[in-house]
């Protein structure tokens, strides 16, 4: 493993990967701060780059985008209470407070040591983890494969209690559209349509592109129109906020226990598929508040709580690539473009890829200490110009965008048709959400479906179509019931969101 | 647009889907069998439990509807669309079409300034911005990371 890790820091030592990390990091750190745009969209921006690049580089500067991008919500959430990201809103809570006391600097600087200091943390986890995780896989089977890939959809699929139902569909769809192609057991062509283009399968990287940045860019514009209409053009001045003293050496002392707690909070559930940030800093808020000296102080501008939050927040960063690297399975919509990538650059994501490519893959994982280092130094540094870049024209950036996300898609086969897919799943993607079906199950399905179903054939084909296989294996069994009972209990929380959701309609007419 | 009726006509389009699905998987993946699946075995499965899902969306619907037919408090849907963004998708489309036919410059110089128009955007500066980032952009995808893109289209032998 050492050798692996020497190998690995070998591979960080080049001013390409250097120049790399900062450029992901600026990216994420502008796209972060600036609410209504995504970390996902500076992934998206930032993935035609990484095509012409050697793989570490390319994985480093999205990497850098994401790390950053997942700090960079908290800054205009602190200083005009608008989180720039979805993960940010619990840094509100107690972000906003402070400034209004005069202490956005402090609490700029919490949050800014929150996260970087649960980064690191989330790192050595992933490093300690996930080889062993990767050595336990490289022993699974069709029947262990596919049982794994019933749980990663299962625990997708329960994220969607509010609406199970149309979570379902979603992911039905995207294992019906991961079926076209060249059939993987027999050869044969489905749903092809005699196109040599539909036989090669429809590639993830344009799919996820329009899924998630064209039918953002869509929904975006109608916040265009508003804006237009109710002829607000005016910008808050986010720099009036930006006053107050720094954060004293007490203050990081009585906040430590909190980050370090907090951080392995996100730790935890950023390794889990399906969960993500915004639950991981809603959590560590929670648990920071209940085991507080001083609960009450908590909604009126702690530092604990942003210390809490942001914590919690930046602690999936490095678990989400846990499942994704050993398993194959991604953990949230960003590690699905970033396994994307990983594919396109001839790595086979799962446990293969730490004993087949182990350099590039541990100097991935250390990366991420390089990354988080450098974000703080950035954010130290630049942080009034991020604060500036709030007020940043959107309009432009949408013309921006649609250039990269068509160089992105084009960039995968060098052909117009990966475009036109991405054009479609993008109009899809907008349609669908506006009738309330929840896009993330489509993706996954994407993903998955294929492993899905190799495997389920391939361990048909070893037991000669007896479906016991997958419960004789103790592995395979173990997901099959994980996977049920996480199903069962995502059915019974729907079931009880309806019927409270009833009661208190009827306590509305009453 | 009443809720039952969103949630009808969502349930009759997913309806709609599952039987598309059972029409492509039959007519578009051959028949055969190894160790009892075949390739059409498990689009089939999904296109029956979308079938499944649509009639259980429709009897939702109509649930709702007789429901509150009784209690005269009919609940609204929340969805609407404008025509904005279906413009803006069709300018990213005329941006994709002109590329296959005329090439990124040629696509770029026209169809993004028109659509930065339309976003109201009327500074002469952040056009010229715009013009430099299109040539920034080549020079850094085509001529540095070697990545083609399609100069002059099916015009210029691409």
């Known amino acids: 493993m050492f050798g692996n890790i020497l190998e690995g820091l070998t591979s960080l030592l080049s001013l390409e990967v250097f120049l790399m990390m900062n450029l992901g990091i600026l990216a994420g750190l502008i796209f972060g701060s600036i609410p209504g745009l995504t970390v996902l969209m500076a992934i998206v921006l930032l993935l035609p780059l990484t095509f012409g690049m050697d793989p570490v580089s390319g994985m480093v500067l999205l990497l850098g985008a994401y790390c950053a991008g997942n700090y960079a919500g908290s800054i205009t959430a602190i200083l005009i209470n608008t989180p720039g990201t979805p993960a940010a809103a619990a840094t509100t809570i107690e972000g906003y407070q402070l400034t209004k006391k005069g202490k956005a600097v402090k609490a700029l600087n919490m949050a800014l040591i929150a996260s970087v200091m649960a980064g690191l943390i989330s790192t050595v986890v992933l490093l300690v983890v996930a080889p062993f995780i990767a050595k336990l896989a490289v022993k699974f089977g069709p029947a262990e494969f596919f049982a794994l890939a019933i749980f990663g959809l299962s625990i997708i699929i329960s994220v969607c209690s509010q609406n199970l139902l149309k979570g379902v569909i979603s992911g039905l769809i995207g294992i019906f559209i991961s079926m076209v192609g060249i059939d993987p057991i027999m050869g044969t062509p489905r749903l092809a349509f005699g196109s040599f283009n539909m036989m090669s399968g429809i590639n993830l990287v344009p799919a996820l592109v329009g899924v998630f940045s064209i039918s953002e860019m869509m929904n975006i514009s109608e916040g265009f129109i508003k804006k237009w209409r109710s002829g607000n053009n005016e910008t808050i001045d986010v720099m009036e906020n930006m006053e107050g003293e720094p954060l004293t050496k007490e203050e990081f002392k009585g906040s430590l226990k909190t980050i370090i707690k907090s951080s392995f909070i996100g730790t935890f559930i950023g390794a889990v598929p399906g969960t993500g940030a915004i639950l991981s800093s809603f959590m560590s808020y929670n648990e920071a508040k209940r085991s507080s000296k001083h609960p009450e102080e908590f909604g009126k501008g702690t530092l604990e709580g942003v210390a809490a939050t942001e914590a919690g927040n930046n602690g999936i960063t490095g678990a989400t690539l846990i499942p994704m690297m050993t398993l194959g399975i991604p953990g949230d919509v960003v590690t699905a473009v970033m396994m994307g990538a990983l594919i396109m650059h001839g790595l086979p994501v799962g446990p293969t890829l730490f004993s087949e490519h182990a350099g590039v893959t541990y100097g991935i994982i250390l990366s991420l200490f390089f990354v988080n280092i450098l974000m703080f130094f950035q954010a130290k540094f630049y942080i009034k110009f991020f604060v500036k870049i709030c007020n940043i024209n959107k309009e432009f950036f949408t013309v921006l965008l649609l250039i990269f996300c068509v160089i992105g898609a084009f960039a995968v086969n060098s052909t117009m048709f990966d475009v036109f897919v991405m054009l479609i799943f993008g109009i899809t993607g907008y349609v669908l959400q506006k009738f309330g079906f929840p896009l993330i199950p489509m993706v996954l399905a994407l993903v998955l479906g294929p492993l899905a179903e190799t495997s389920l054939r391939q361990a048909l084909i070893i037991s000669k179509g007896s479906y016991m296989i997958f419960m004789m294996k103790p592995i395979s069994a173990a997901f099959l019931i994980i996977s049920a009972l996480s199903l069962g209990i995502s059915l019974y929380q729907s079931y009880k969101i309806r019927s409270n959701q009833e009661e208190s309609g009827k306590s509305a007419i009453i | ?158």
Do not use: W
């Open chain 2, 1 to 158: 647009m009443k809720l039952y009726l969103e949630k009808l006509i969502t349930g009759v389009v997913v309806l709609s889907v599952s039987i598309l699905m059972h029409f492509l998987t039959t007519s578009q993946i051959r028949e055969a069998t190894l160790a009892g699946v075949s390739p059409r075995a498990i689009p089939y499965l999904v296109a029956k439990a979308v079938f499944v899902m649509a009639l259980i969306m429709i009897g939702q619907a109509l649930y709702l509807y007789f429901r509150e037919r009784k209690t005269a408090n009919i609940s609204r849907s929340e969805v609407s669309f404008q025509r904005f963004p279906f413009l803006l998708f069709l300018l990213m489309g005329a941006y994709a079409l002109t590329m296959v036919y005329g090439g990124y410059f040629i696509a770029s110089f026209t169809i993004l300034p028109v659509m930065m128009y339309i976003l109201k955007e009327r500074k002469a500066r952040n056009y010229l911005i715009l013009a430099g980032l299109i040539i920034f952009i080549f020079i850094i995808i085509d001529v540095l990371l070697k990545i083609r893109l399609p100069k002059l289209g099916l015009f210029g032998i691409i």
